[in-house]
């Protein structure tokens, strides 16, 4: 699996569990729905047209 920056632009996965996968990799771990790692931005797994994708939770 190649190396993902999240806040580039968005990398489609095939499947929400290929991006949840990715995330714990990352040291993020899920909470109500909410993907949190200290001092990295919260982030949510979306499912869009093309495929799932991780995208920065707005405030």
Not at 6 to 12: M, V
Not at 13 to 24: D, G
Not at 27 to 52: F, K, Q
């Amino acid at each position: 699996m190649r190396a993902i920056t999240l806040s580039s632009e968005p990398y489609t996965f095939e499947s929400f569990f290929q991006a949840e996968t990715y995330l714990e990799k990352q040291g993020y771990h899920c909470e109500n729905e909410r993907w949190i790692c200290d001092g990295e931005p919260n982030v949510s797994v979306v499912a869009n047209g093309h495929g799932v994708q991780i995208q920065p939770i707005q405030h």
